[in-house]
């Protein structure tokens, strides 16, 4: 069975291009170790991670928190229409292996937090920006239930996810 690796970050309302390009990094990384990638399926890092991973001839799954298809990103094999909005955020988690975060908001902390308590291994991208700056290195409360690792660079956050889920 294929290991599942989840990317986060911005959307495309606020995505730098150079975050884009990160997770396009990341993406293709993922694809080209031989795991599937999972996106919450629409743009910003989420197409990146997407494209990233269809360039290196990957599997694709974008699960949307709508009920349109449509809504996904063009790089998306699979398409998982929930329905259920930006509670889309505790399927993503869940249904990963791993967790690498490029970038991001505040939608990226609540599926990071989800991703936490489920105890995945999470791996931040340093200098993508956003969330993934704020929180790399750290535990996410005093619980300390797993340290947020931190890369410098798309090929050593992949290699850490991947070593971690072993």
């Not at 390009?21 to 990384?29: F, I, L, M, Q, S």
């Not at 298809?69 to 998982?80: H, P, Q, S, W």
């Not at 105890?119 to 290195?137: F, N, Q, Y």
């Not at 619980?143 to 947020?148: F, H, S």
Request: aromatic share 6%; charged share 20%; glycine share 14%.
């Amino acid at each position: 069975m294929k290991r599942c690796i989840l990317v986060i970050g911005y959307g495309s309302q606020i995505c730098p291009e150079d975050a884009y390009w990160k997770a396009y990094e990341v993406g293709y990384e993922i694809a080209s170790k031989g795991h599937a990638l999972i996106t919450g399926g629409k743009g910003g890092v989420m197409e990146g991670a997407s494209r990233g991973a269809k360039d290196a001839g990957g599997s694709t799954i974008g699960i949307v928190g709508s009920n349109n298809k449509l809504e996904a990103n063009r790089f998306c094999d699979i398409v998982i229409p929930t329905g259920i909005g930006e509670a889309r955020d505790f399927i993503t988690s869940f249904t990963a292996d791993a967790v690498i975060i490029v970038g991001g908001g505040v939608g990226t902390l609540i599926e990071a937090c989800v991703a936490y308590i489920k105890r995945k291994p999470i791996v931040a991208l340093k200098g993508s920006g956003g969330i993934a700056d704020v929180i790399a290195g750290k535990y996410l409360d005093e619980r300390q239930l797993i340290l947020i690792q931190e890369a410098d660079d798309p090929m050593s956050a992949v290699r850490l996810a991947d070593q971690l889920m072993s």
